[in-house]
């Protein structure tokens, strides 16, 4: 039996099933490619699969069937300090230590790994540039910077020891409507420009039209389809009609890209 990788993919999840409670299904049966440097969007209602999708990749939970792949080995084979240590992971309440100054929580991973101190001062401050943020908010705490600019630090904070993958549960979601459109775009010029691996949950259609490569739509524990923008927008599967129809008003506003 043939248990290797499809090649080109940088995670693979093969007939992966998570019961909790011994039956209760959260993911089931779930086949999906996470190809490298694409940003890979689930999408879905609350409950539908899309959160523990993210626990499996970085092992904060294991498959209770099916295998699952990342960067060619399966996450049981991977050492899970090693795994996550090449995963970031970026929350929609950013999780910074509050005790711990700006340059402290993205230096944390850095300092883990044990880089030197100029190298991890350096390391900082090309973040905190390429987030958009002053040098010189390095020495703030978090409850002295705005949510935008915490979520920014959070970010750079997942990008700190360059991992080659992204998990981003819902990043933007607590933010006001203008801080939000203003880091999706930064976002689209980041990876642009980084080419990371990511896999970006969302329940909102508009933020997976305009960020996702591709959009896996899911629904009650399964994977109902996954389709490019373009082909998202156009399809004429039931529940991805649903929600174009729900979403209507707002992308006929303009929130979809380039999509006609």
């Known amino acids: ?47 539908s699969g899309k959160t523990t999708t993210l626990k499996l990749i970085n092992h904060l939970v294991a498959p209770t069937s099916g295998q699952l792949f990342v960067d060619g080995k399966s996450t049981d084979e991977w050492d899970v300090i090693r795994l996550r240590r090449m995963i970031g992971y970026v929350i929609q309440e950013v999780g910074l230590f509050p005790h711990f100054t700006v340059a402290r929580n993205i230096g944390l991973v850095p300092q883990i790994e044990e880089w030197p101190a100029d190298r991890i001062r350096q390391r900082v401050q090309e973040l905190l540039q390429l987030v958009g943020l002053d040098g010189q908010l390095a020495s703030r705490y978090p409850r002295q910077l705005s949510g935008g600019q915490r979520q920014r630090v959070g970010v750079a904070r997942a990008l700190a020891a360059d ?98």
Do not use: C, W
């Open 1 to 47: 039996m043939n248990t290797s990788p499809h090649h080109g993919a940088a995670i693979e999840f093969r007939n992966v099933s998570f019961h909790v409670d011994g039956s209760r299904e959260l993911l089931q049966a779930l086949n999906l490619e996470v190809r490298r440097g694409e940003t890979l969007v689930l999408l879905g209602r609350s409950g």
């Open 163 to 260: 991992p080659p993958i992204l998990l981003m549960d819902e990043p933007f979601g607590a933010l006001d409507p203008i801080t939000r459109a203003e880091l999706q775009r930064e976002f689209l010029t980041l990876q642009k420009r980084l080419q990371k691996t990511v896999v970006f949950v969302t329940h909102d259609l508009r933020e997976a039209l305009l960020l996702g490569t591709r959009i896996a739509l899911m629904e009650a524990g399964r994977l109902v389809t996954v389709l490019t923008p373009e082909e998202f927008f156009h399809s004429t599967e039931p529940l991805v009609a649903a929600y174009v129809d729900a979403f209507g008003t707002e992308l006929n506003g303009g929130g979809k890209r380039g999509l006609s």
